[in-house]
């Protein structure tokens, strides 16, 4: 838990994605998870990582334990978040505060009551007895050799009430030895004016260093950061992809992006900022939340061009058409139209995928043509992998990969006179000589058919026995004709050691569904290793 | 399309959902679509609604045809979008330019380059040419009776490279007789501080009337638009959910809602902010995208506390927690479950739909009581107007609307040897004493059954010949169990006069689509006239 920060430690970007982006509707974190986003938060270069709440719950207490034990930073500290102490006890004497020591953080954030009302209500004391309950815990927990950071909460609407008061409490944790001192926006109501008029006279009426925290509820969050920092806050409180309470937080990628390339601010170790898509999709895919394609500077959309572009001048100067170079943040530009960016980006992707295409220029352009082909029949490649591979070797190889040849296959949906459903699917397919006939029931076509495949195939390859449909997406392609639309199925399949993706598309939901299942287990058998039957 | 727009001109709401919002990754709108959420945009009450670029595609043409038969607007006026005349030819001869008078759109926003290096590459004609080319279309637009806004495409950029020209550019559409010139971050990189002082200084040396069209690259395009209508912006563009390229647009609802809640500035006609919820779903729904659950004011999770809130404190004063009472963009607190809030809407959609519920509370809270078990089980009613209808009517007269008696149905899909596939339903029901069995072919499963229940029915019910289905949508609900998730099925059908929505929920696609067709064809009856059967 070591960091040798070569930050400048006069700027800071404080990551509380482990604390307040865990409060999201629907994440739910492990001490696993939070030890794996909280390397790729190093990774990424933040300053501070915000861990969580020791002595609050039992997995933030576990956290900071094993965080002791287990992770070597880089770059970041780690900071224990907790309450200034009880009404009417010492500090010394407050086990909460105590945890927070035991913790062996070497930074505490301090959360502090700032708005009169909230302190009568909710903290039912007195304003000087708030006051001192700051006072006497950011003394204590310097006295005991942390670094302390104090959150102000409700600051801006205290504010609003009683700035007297929100100032005082701003002045008595700045002279009890905060280092900064932190305006929240809890309720995350402000829009940038007001955040930057406030900021401004806070500093200038109390010589405090302060920091920003807000939310996102007017859709306004990273902004009102940035209007913190022109009226000079010198830190930063961000989560990652914005995750957090009702709308989420401010969006670390997006502030440190404004900051490192509009404002010229150094904010992350040399060479960082390239690692911003990245590390955005990963932490996404720890806490188990798909990543927003429309994300600024990190979605698969944020740098793609739709082909009414004016392609000569974009040719001509890329810049003329996006703010920044998407490289910059580790994206890329999304030229659907251009031929080149299709070869380019299907050599990569055979890299990624282990596929050799050894710089077959030929091999390469066939495959961008079928690639187009099939997307203008409705495929997508970007989240059916195993289908894209599929496809690749098929190339590659002159033909595609068999293990069976299917002959034919139904499915039957019935609904009886009891208002009861039954579904019922026969597949008859050709696997090393063999001729197999199987029939099973589903509690849908899909289902059924699924259950149908994998009955019959697994006479042959055992192997298949292992493999669980774990997801399933349809979409509709075009809604102008009613039913006779084109119907896109997604699949992701599992083996237990890994997953993949594969896509069908027809004129109806079975047959597209159909061809993702087919693509799904021929895939399942490439990666068991078996030998494709001739 | 005459609109009596209560609105205020001084203060313009502009949205171009229909136009920049359609360039969204992933949205494909249909003429239907488009008249869809033009309704629920004049529904919301934004002042202008600009519908798409005709002449330069053949689906924006049919929409502004369409448009003028079938769009009665209330508040909004129709807008169509195009460019500037060609470089070296006469506005008058330009048939783009003719296309948008053929429109009969009384409003038409002009695309015009305002940055130097877009004119020499893009248009490749000289700075003068392209003043001209504004001076001229505005001219030859406002001579024909028609008020022109102009779009200054890549203005801060421009601005920035060039800031004489990019004045020139606005002052010259000014001149020309623009009303509103608007300032566009075509790009989306720029930050709020910079918005506000370009539109502070073109505004201060050109006096022409400016307007804000922002995208989100920077996450801050609420934020841009805002700032720069701090700066004297009297006009703001946006999109419904933000929808757009790239990143995506401003988005409408939190624009709206700062200028409502926050600046105190009237906007929507009286009473409409409260629909805001609603028409952000709904809209979701016709695009085919999920609903946001964590866009700001409308999101389901908008509003959500986590139990970790002091709950004595917020029930003695909510406002203590929230910036706002949610109750004023139509969401709820998601803490206390209003059953009133539930009731409110159901009485007001009774009216909407001319069901008269005639104060009868316990009616009311049994239709509630059924809304909400419905909408646990999958349900929507938000996009289906005309299966709530008749869960409505059910409740109001003791039972469901019978005008026909299914007994059983059945859907084959067949993929034979040659590769072929056969879709085959029959349907067996009861309608007036006589049992009808009915067989039919489709495309798919679902146009199969679509048909056999209207050949079946059609005997009896010869209305029902002029049916047909128009949209189809398929939503997986869960996905974390593959095949086994719940299916929705949203259904729009159309009699040649107007058109309704249904739903059907599901574990399979088939049953939840014919849950929607049969409540299609019971709407059709109804609105036929047709008396239903004992």
């Not at 199987?438 to 026995?465: C, S």
């Not at 083996?495 to 287990?521: F, H, K, M, P, R």
Request: hydrophobic share 40%; charged share 25%.
């Amino acid at each position: 838990m070591t960091a040798t920060s070569e930050l400048d430690d006069s700027f800071h970007v404080f990551d509380t994605t482990l604390r307040d982006g865990a409060q999201r509707e629907g994440i739910n974190l492990t001490v696993a998870d939070k030890l794996a986003i909280a390397r790729h938060l190093d990774d990424f270069g933040v300053g501070f990582i915000e861990g969580g709440w020791p002595g609050a719950n039992p997995r933030d207490t576990e956290f900071f334990a094993r965080a002791r034990e287990e992770l070597k930073l880089k770059h970041a500290v780690l900071v224990a978040f907790g309450a200034t102490r009880r009404p009417g006890a010492k500090a010394a004497d407050d086990p909460q505060v105590r945890a927070l020591l035991e913790s062996g953080a070497p930074v505490v954030t301090l959360v502090a009551k700032a708005h009169d009302r909230h302190v009568e209500l909710a903290l039912r004391t007195t304003l000087d007895e708030n006051l001192e309950m700051i006072r006497d815990t950011v003394a204590h927990l310097r006295a005991e050799g942390r670094r302390v950071f104090v959150d102000c909460e409700h600051f801006f609407d205290g504010y609003r009430a009683n700035p007297a008061y929100a100032k005082a409490v701003v002045r008595t944790a700045a002279e009890a030895g905060a280092d900064v001192v932190v305006l929240c926006d809890t309720n995350g109501g402000m829009l940038p004016a007001q955040i930057g008029a406030v900021v401004g006279t806070v500093l200038a009426d109390t010589g405090a260093r302060l920091g920003i925290h807000t939310q996102d509820d007017t859709g306004c969050a990273v902004a009102n950061t940035l209007a913190a920092v022109d009226a000079g806050a010198t830190h930063v409180q961000c989560t990652a992809n914005g995750y957090g309470e009702r709308v989420g937080n401010a969006n670390l990628f997006p502030v440190v992006a404004a900051l490192e390339l509009k404002y010229g601010k150094k904010v992350l170790p040399e060479g960082h900022l390239r690692e911003t898509t990245r590390i955005s999709h990963a932490i996404a895919e720890v806490v188990n939340l798909t990543p927003s394609t429309h994300q600024p500077y990190v979605g698969v959309s944020a740098f793609a061009h739709k082909a009414g572009l004016h392609a000569s001048a974009i040719k001509v100067d890329p810049d003329l058409y996006q703010h920044i170079d998407p490289e910059r943040v580790g994206n890329t530009m999304r030229m659907l139209v251009s031929d080149m960016a299709g070869r380019a980006s299907i050599e990569l992707k055979g890299r990624e995928l282990g596929v050799d295409l050894g710089g077959d220029r030929a091999l390469v352009g066939r495959v961008v043509e079928r690639v187009k082909e099939r997307e203008l029949k409705g495929y997508t490649y970007e989240a059916a992998d195993a289908s894209f591979e599929l496809l690749l070797r098929a190339e590659a190889q002159g033909a595609p990969l068999k293990y069976f040849e299917v002959e034919s296959w139904r499915a039957i949906t019935e609904d009886r006179p009891d208002g009861t459903h039954a579904n019922e699917a026969t597949v008859k397919l050709w696997a090393k000589g063999e001729r197999i006939v199987a029939t099973a029931e589903g509690n849908g076509p899909v289902n059924a058919l699924d259950q149908a495949l994998r009955v019959a195939l697994e006479k042959i390859y055992p192997q298949l026995a292992k493999l669980e449909l774990v997801d399933y997406k349809v979409r509709i392609l075009e809604g102008a004709s009613g039913t006779r639309s084109i119907t896109r199925v997604l699949i992701s399949t599992s083996d237990g050691a890994g997953e993949w993706s594969t896509v069908g598309v027809a004129e109806n939901v079975i047959a597209a569904s159909w061809q993702a299942l087919e693509d799904a287990c021929t895939y399942g058998l490439l990666r068991a290793g078996v030998e494709p039957a001739e």
